[in-house]
């Protein structure tokens, strides 16, 4: 009998008779023998494999309930939840199969990778290590705790365990990848490079992500040598749709345009949440709000400490209207206990710290606190977390601020712009419904100190001459746009290009490109990093930032002209080549956007050769400050106010997310 069962198994005409068999057994209530058992998870396997998911768990689980000690079939059933996106599940089938069989290391390693997904990285180390201790060659285990580790942000043992991983298999493309982010991560662009070319040549199932990579490191460090081929590669992959594994952010910089950067975005969100966004939704039908009527806001983001993000939301949030919305801050990132985090956690009515949660577990305590409207602050800038949006935990959702762009992802309904960095036609290309402010999509903290000014000798600057500045990182910059920057040097005797110093070679780098272009490097001048009121306090010494293209300055635009200097742009055509143009517009200098690369080459050169018109301009943004909707806290706040409201009335009503502009007054109803 035990034979010929075992015959019928691997007999695939004999299923659908195996398969009665099992149901006689059932209807009788039989407890089946081990190899039943066995036979049973057997044909679920050969069952999975043909697609027939729904079947094969039904015999995994009936396996089990005749042999529900038997390691192998736990380990069975994890494979299939996991393969169907049901992580929580699937790990917990692999941890009860490690308990099971001490000995089997996959269970352990394969429980490590679920839990990581999970964003459950304590649980997961434990499980990887008891898996390394098991089987010290199995690289899976090995690769999944240097991520573990990664994630964590002890980026020192997650190199170490890369580094082994490629020590006992140096041929797998995959370790080389893992040990570049990881060096990445902790500041060592130049280390990081061999690592992301290694990979590349020795061959990734989805070599997007890699590449992205490998040209915003190279952009950091300005080495163009090449970069031109590899921008090249990198979009084609994209047109193609060749890779779900392009950071979006990264996409960002190639200037590829909006339809481009919407196609990376979709790709990249559902490969990112593919576990996520099969789970069922947590928030999504709820249209009631609390008792007292007031709407409950939550903004989501990583970055509530000394970051660009903090220092543009400090005073909004500290201005809301306790009347019509409370507001929770929800954190995932680091506190490093500064002046900031204190801040932000004294302003928010609600601060909430779920960065030891899972995301699951993150969702669930957002969705219990009764979260109306949750906004998400990070997008796809490094660190986000997207699954916690992605399992749905408000019964709206939005993006705002922290990424320039769609998202690309259906659980996002809104996107909060502007009409100048997307206008309504430019729908088409965004997965959100677009949400016009009235004036401008940037807050902006008007407490920020303006320390004194130094003295350009101070600086490093010379004491007369035109000084051009540009406190965008090295990444923003392409060899097109520095060309310009070095005809115009040529063009203006004694002035200096003023730079944020980054990384040593990228200044390096760039004095020789200089050098290249018949420009004496020493017209090159790097401002170290100093504190931000310190920072604001050095603009004063400049006469005209010049932005870049196709990454505009954000934050970065609005520090120089909250100092009064300032700014010459290019309006592009997505999001992040539109930002500067719409600060502009709202701090009153709208003719200092121009619309080619052109143009902004001729303007910069009528205004380094008129003083008195820069004069004029510092002394209109002076004058303004006060006044301008760049800088108007409170106007700002009952607009967006306004814009919460007006999604949520859309909501509660039973419709679709819509497009809509909030009416530029004050008092206007939702």
């Keep these: 009998m035990d034979a010929h069962r075992r015959t019928l198994v691997r007999d695939p005409e004999n299923a659908a008779a195996l398969a ?55 380990f069975n059933l994890g494979v299939l939840l996991h393969g169907c996106g049901r992580l929580a599940e699937a790990a917990a089938c692999y941890v009860e199969a490690a308990r099971l069989m001490p000995s089997f290391a996959a269970a352990n390693a394969n429980a ?82 061999p690592a992301f070319e290694r990979a590349l040549v020795l061959g990734l199932p989805d070599a997007g992500g890699v590449l992205a990579q490998l040209v915003q490191q190279r952009r950091h460090l300005a080495r163009w040598d090449g970069l031109a081929e590899r921008s090249a590669a990198l979009r084609d992959l994209v047109r193609r749709g060749a890779s779900q594994q392009v950071q979006p952010w990264i996409f960002l910089s190639e200037g590829a345009g909006p339809a481009q950067e919407r196609a990376c975005a979709e790709r990249y969100s559902a490969w990112r949440t593919r576990s996520a966004s099969r789970a069922p939704a947590l928030q999504e039908g709820r249209r009631t709000l609390a008792a ?83 906004v998400d602050l990070k997008g796809h800038t490094q660190g986000a977390r997207l699954e916690i949006m992605a399992l749905r935990p408000a019964p709206v959702q939005a993006q705002w601020l922290g990424y320039p762009g769609t998202m690309g992802a259906p659980f996002i309904d809104y996107v909060i712009a ?51 500045a540009c406190f965008n990182t090295a990444y923003k910059i392409t060899p097109d746009l520095f060309a310009v920057w070095m005809r115009l040097l040529h063009a203006i005797p004694g002035s200096v290009l003023w730079l944020l110093e980054s990384h040593p070679e990228a200044a390096a780098n760039l004095r020789r490109e200089a ?110 400050r006060s006044s301008s909707a760049l800088f108007d806290t409170d106007r700002f706040a009952r607009a967006l106010e306004r814009a919460f409201e007006t999604m949520w009335t859309i909501h509660a009503s039973g419709q679709p997310p819509r497009g809509f502009a909030v009416p530029d007054e004050l008092d206007s109803a939702p």
């Design 292 to 374: 007292d009527g007031r709407l409950r806001v939550g903004y989501l983001s990583a970055d509530y400490h000394e970051h660009a993000t903090a220092v543009l939301i400090a005073e909004l949030i500290e201005r809301h209207d306790r009347g019509r919305v409370h507001v929770t801050g929800i954190s995932y990132g680091p506190d490093d206990g500064g002046p900031m985090r204190r801040r932000l956690a004294a302003g928010f009515d609600r601060f909430m710290d779920v960065a030891a949660l899972s995301h699951a577990d993150a969702a669930r305590r957002i969705a219990a606190d009764g979260i109306d409207v949750l």
């Design 418 to 468: 502007d009409p100048v960095v997307a206008p309504f036609d430019q729908q088409p290309h965004y997965c959100e419904r677009i949400v016009h402010l009235p004036r401008v999509y940037q807050p902006n903290d008007r407490r920020r100190a303006i320390a004194d000014r130094p003295t350009r000798a101070d600086c490093g600057l010379p004491a007369d001459g035109f000084v051009a």
């Design 515 to 624: 050098a290249a272009r018949g420009v004496d490097p020493a017209r090159l001048v790097f401002a170290p990093k100093a504190p931000l009121p310190e920072h604001l306090g050095r603009h004063g010494l400049a006469d005209l930032f010049l932005d870049t293209l196709p990454y505009n300055a954000h934050t970065t635009a609005s520090d120089a002209l909250w100092a009064g200097l300032p700014l010459l742009t290019v309006r592009g055509e997505g999001f992040a080549a539109r930002v500067a143009a719409s600060l502009l517009d709202a701090a009153g200098l709208p003719e200092l956007v121009c619309g080619s690369l052109a143009e902004y080459e001729a303007a910069a050169l009528r205004l380094a050769r008129s003083p008195d018109k820069v004069a004029a301009l510092k002394a209109r943004l002076a004058a303004g």
């Design 20 to 74: 009665g068999l099992f149901r006689a057994l059932d209807a009788l209530g039989c407890k089946g023998t081990p190899e039943e058992a066995v036979a049973r998870s057997n044909r679920a396997e050969g069952l999975r494999r043909a697609g027939r998911l729904e079947e094969a768990e039904a015999e995994h689980r009936a396996a089990l309930r005749w042999l529900p000690r038997f390691g192998g079939i736990h």
């Design 112 to 193: 490590g990778a679920v839990l990581k997904d999970l964003g459950r990285l304590a649980e997961a180390e434990r499980a990887l290590r008891a898996a390394v201790r098991t089987d010290p060659a199995l690289l899976a285990a090995r690769l999944n705790l240097g991520a573990v580790l990664r994630d964590g942000g002890r980026l020192r043992e997650a190199t170490a365990a890369f580094r082994t991983a490629i020590a006992l298999a140096p041929g797998v493309a995959e370790s080389h990848a893992n040990l570049a982010l990881a060096l990445k991560e902790s500041g060592d662009a130049p280390g990081s490079i």
